[in-house]
Structures are given as C-alpha cells and as structure tokens.
C-alpha cells in the first residue's frame, strides 16, 4: 500500500482508469464475437453491419491508447478478409 499522499491518489487514478478501459476492451470483445457470429453464419449484411461498429470502436480505443494501434489494424484486417471471403 502507498503511503505518500501523491502515492494513494495515483493507486485512486490507476484503479478508475482500469475499470474504464476494462469496459472499452469488454465491448470490443462483445463486438468481436459478434462479427465473428455473423461471418461464420454466412450473414453478409450482419457481418458488414458488425465489422463497422468493431472498426469504429477499436479506432477509438486505438486512439485513446487502450488498444495499441497494430493490434487494432490487425483486427480489422483479418475481419475484412474474412468478410471478403463470404
């Protein structure tokens, strides 16, 4: 535990900064799995529909520093190529 009162207000900042980013990185997986389900249910309009919201959010979280910015690219690479494929 910290003692220094600089210390105990980062611990503070830190922890509500986990649980925020937690939540982007939850709804990207929701929005993974999603897209996911519509590719492998052949459902071309699903799959586009699901492939943009996941882009748009994992741009963001790209943004924001909770994705790093390759990982997002590929994300959205392999998902393109898998609608393509359809």
Do not use: T, Y
Not at 39 to 56: I, M, R, W
């Amino acid at each position: 535990m910290p003692n220094l009162a600089q210390a105990k207000k980062a611990l503070r900042k830190s922890k509500k900064a986990f649980i925020r980013n937690e939540a982007i990185r939850d709804g990207v997986r929701k929005l993974k799995k999603a897209a996911r389900v519509a590719v492998d249910g052949k459902d071309k309009s699903g799959a586009a529909k699901a492939a943009h919201e996941l882009q748009v959010a994992v741009d963001k979280a790209a943004k924001r520093g909770i994705l790093h910015k390759n990982k997002a690219a590929r994300l959205k690479s392999r998902l393109a190529k898998k609608i393509r494929s359809l």
